[in-house]
């Protein structure tokens, strides 16, 4: 896509990262609640969100992420709660009637109008006049690479096409946040990691706040600042991608991000910070994620490119032993399928993550011992 | 996660192949026969309707005698043309006022019933069940010049309405009733296959209600609208029934006159010169809505991207 077009969107007035207004919230929600008869579908007590940031909610598909991401955009009313952006309270005010704009993820480019008069919707909404529109239109249509499809009906157009229209849709009334519901997931694979490199690209170029809905956690963990993590209605983290990835503050998170292994024990010791988890005779030691005591039931989870094949002498409660069953080449890395010694897991076998640059001389049937830094193993209390 | 979303099951595919590679006998059987039977008794009709206008009849005889009479007839005698004004402009207000009410009831059935969809589209559907004939007694035994409601009317002292005596009001509102469902039903479907989350795109767009149905929701129903006006104007253009229960000697259509050509006149050779009027009249209403769908909606016209 064409880098010169910096005319549009708010790049022009965007703020430098030493400039104070970096720091004030674009977007404010207190206690947003929205229940769908008995079903309580989202519960945020709080959420805030920085001028110009991409913002990822991900969640399994009923976590709530979508109904949030609908609330604020005005298509759907919360049951309770505040909402503010850029410091005036939006809570009632109709979708038609807030600074935002709704990437949906069909598109939903109106069939019976070009290209053009698509992108252009908005601004005839806002009373622009026709000439303005269309100039406007096609400036923000050579900004997405699409430069001469202006007479063209979305269904002339490629699903990746027609995202960038819907883009250009949504950036041309120069929303103070652009909200993207699962946008790429209807594309295949390709398409979609590099139109997902392109979203991003346009966002920094632009400054607008982000706001990505998304159940594709690889997506979330490349593309944003920060990522909010929901199941059941409920944000169970928010953090930077890498603290939320490395640092799991429930077991949902840790086990929604990442390939997880996991193995239930008692504890057996805790100072706190780290704890041991005692399996039949195997000490797995591992960080607190939540409140621990000696006796509590709990599962180890520890990450799939956590775990490596030891070499040398690891300490004895950061170990496994187990039988290699499998190995499963996927490019970049290699899968090791290991069915640990005694040892119950509920999946057949633990599954450990290596560089496929420096493959191990195995074969099935081998034993093979397993190997982790405590720190990069997580222990929570199984829930009663 | 991956790309299938949009790929097609391989099953299915490969049952669509299997349809489509299907011997010539099936695809004749299941296409070509009905197609063809349709096509010679359409053509074949229109055909000797087209021949025999050109003859003349005498005394109940149809004389093969090549003239343009028929249609000098037609186009000099007064009764004639006031009776195609007046089935045009009947036809033109019946459809008219089905597409007025039936939108808002297509609509509220549409967006905002949920389970009791199907059961009020059945009611309003039922009097399809009974014939015509059936229907038009039912109209004229209730709201009818000699019916219940007149009769109520008057025991209350307000006298019978002119309005609801024997004439063109009363043939007006027979025909609304035997072809509104027509319309109601078209009207419906299309507004089921409108995508509501275009609409949502709209509002989020930055429109209001009522332009989100002008910009997005009307335009996109279009091909119901234009399916239904061209049910209920062809079908009311050439109407008979109503006219003959409620018409009176005021009311009478120009389907009337044409069953009285081709029944007790039996006058063939100019009846037919009426229909192929009425034919011509049709196809000018047909063709000028179609034309004006086509520029509202024009994406219904052209290929799908690859």
């Known amino acids: 896509m064409s880098d010169e077009a910096t005319t549009i969107g708010k790049s022009t007035t965007s703020v430098s990262a030493t400039d104070p207004e970096v720091a004030s919230p674009i977007l404010e929600i207190e206690n947003i609640v929205k229940d769908f008869g008995d079903l309580r579908a989202v519960d945020v007590p709080s959420l805030t969100l920085r001028d110009g940031e991409f913002f990822t909610l991900v969640g399994p598909s009923g976590s709530g992420k979508s109904t949030l991401l609908r609330m604020i955009s005005g298509l759907e009313t919360p049951t309770s709660g505040h909402t503010y952006i850029s410091g005036e309270e939006v809570t009632g005010a109709p979708a038609n009637k807030r600074p935002t704009a709704l990437i949906f993820q069909d598109f939903q480019l109106f069939p019976h109008k070009t290209v053009v008069e698509n992108i252009a919707f908005p601004l005839k909404m806002d009373g622009v006049g026709k000439t303005e529109r269309r100039s406007r239109a096609s400036e923000l249509l050579e ?236 222990i929570f209390p199984t829930e009663e | 996660m991956s790309s299938i979303n949009q790929t097609v099951p391989s099953s299915v595919s490969a049952f669509r192949d299997r349809i489509a590679s299907m011997p010539l006998v099936w695809k004749l059987l299941l296409v070509g026969v009905p197609f063809a039977f349709i096509l010679v008794l359409f053509l074949v009709s229109i055909g000797i309707i087209l021949v025999m206008s050109f003859w003349r009849s005498q005394q109940f005889q149809i004389i093969v005698d090549w003239n343009l009479g028929n249609y000098l007839n037609l186009l000099t005698a007064n009764s004639y043309q006031t009776l195609l004004g007046r089935s045009l402009g009947m036809a033109l207000l019946v459809t008219a006022v089905s597409l007025l009410v039936a939108y808002p009831i297509a609509y509220y059935i549409s967006r905002g019933l949920d389970e009791q969809q199907l059961p009020i589209l059945l009611l309003f559907a039922a009097p399809f069940f009974v014939g015509t004939m059936l229907r038009e007694s039912a109209h004229q035994a209730i709201v009818g010049p000699s019916g219940l409601a007149n009769q109520f009317f008057e025991v209350l002292g307000i006298g019978s309405s002119s309005l609801f005596g024997y004439g063109l009001f009363q043939v007006f509102l027979g025909e609304v009733y035997l072809w509104f469902p027509f319309m109601l039903l078209s009207i419906y479907l299309s507004l089921e296959l409108v995508d509501q989350t275009l609409e949502e795109a709209a509002v989020d767009a930055g429109a209001g209600p009522w332009t989100t149905f002008r910009e997005v929701t009307l335009p996109l129903s279009m091909p119901g609208i234009t399916i239904g006006c061209v049910l209920v104007f062809v079908s009311s253009f050439v109407s008979h029934v109503p006219s003959r229960f409620v018409g009176g000697p005021s009311g009478s259509l120009i389907g009337n006159t044409l069953k009285d050509l081709f029944g007790e006149s039996g006058a063939w050779p100019l009846g037919s010169a009426l229909g192929v009027f009425i034919i011509l009249i049709a196809l000018l209403f047909v063709g000028l809505l179609g034309a004006y769908t086509m520029r509202t909606v024009p994406t219904l016209i052209g290929g799908e991207h690859e």
């Open chain 1, 143 to 378: 900004f997405v690479d699409l430069k001469g499809y202006e007479e063209k009906y979305p269904k002339q157009l490629s699903g990746g096409e027609q995202q960038r229209i819907s883009l250009a849709r949504g950036l041309i009334s120069e929303p103070d946040i652009l909200l993207l519901d699962e946008p790429l997931a209807s594309l295949d694979r390709n398409l979609r990691e590099q139109l997902q490199v392109e979203l991003r690209k346009f966002q920094r170029r632009l400054g607008i706040t982000f706001i990505y809905v998304t159940h594709n956690q690889e997506v979330a963990l490349t593309m944003s600042d920060r990522i909010a993590v929901m199941d059941g209605g409920n944000i169970e983290q928010l953090g930077e991608p890498m603290e939320v990835y490395q640092k799991p503050e429930t077991e949902f998170v840790a086990t929604f991000l990442g390939e997880v292994n996991s193995i239930e024990g008692t504890v057996e010791s805790t100072d706190g910070s780290t704890a041991v988890l005692k399996h039949r005779d195997v000490r797995l030691s591992g960080r607190v994620g939540s409140d621990l005591s000696v006796g509590d039931s709990a599962r180890f989870n520890v990450k799939s490119e956590a775990l490596r094949i030891a070499a040398g002498d690891p300490p004895a409660d950061a170990t496994l032993t187990g039988t290699l069953t499998d190995e499963i080449f996927t490019g970049k890395n290699i899968n090791y399928l290991v069915k640990p010694v005694d040892i119950d897991i509920d999946a057949d076998e633990l599954i450990v993550s290596e560089a496929a640059v420096n493959r191990h001389e195995l074969s099935p049937g081998d034993t093979v011992r397993l190997s982790w830094e405590p720190s990069d193993a997580h």
